[in-house]
């Protein structure tokens, strides 16, 4: 069930669609704290789940780090983790990578996720 439209969700939803990078619930709580102090944790976990719900944002999912959630877009993309400092970044990629030629009998390829990894210019120029 949707909640009214509050000053609180809409600098949410604002932080999540201009981020242009898939952010964990503490990038989003701290830059929606920017438009609007004193908002608290579990606003941006409701906002966020409304946002999912309404199919807006997904959640992304990598071993070892927070689950993250972006604006919902169309294209195919790649992401890319830093090693020092753990932010997810969205990068242009192949729109198709080559299906391995092994693979399990019987397998239906559905799609793929690629992921790269390195020092993000940020790190790097520390």
Not at 9 to 15: M, P, S, W
């Amino acid at each position: 069930m949707r909640s009214r439209k509050t000053r609180q969700l809409e600098t949410i939803e604002k932080v999540m669609r201009t981020a242009g990078r898939p952010l964990a619930i503490a990038e989003v709580h701290a830059a929606a704290m920017q438009e609007t102090p004193g908002l608290g944790i579990a606003t941006v976990y409701r906002a966020v789940r409304e946002l999912g719900e309404a199919g807006k944002i997904v959640s992304i999912s990598y071993a070892g780090q927070p689950t993250r959630f972006e604006w919902a877009v169309a294209q195919h993309h790649s992401h890319f983790i830093c090693h020092e400092c753990k932010r997810v970044f969205d990068i242009d990629a192949p729109e198709e990578v080559p299906l391995p030629k092994k693979r399990p009998k019987g397998f239906q390829f559905l799609g793929d996720e690629v992921i790269y990894y390195g020092y993000c210019a940020d790190c790097r120029a520390k």
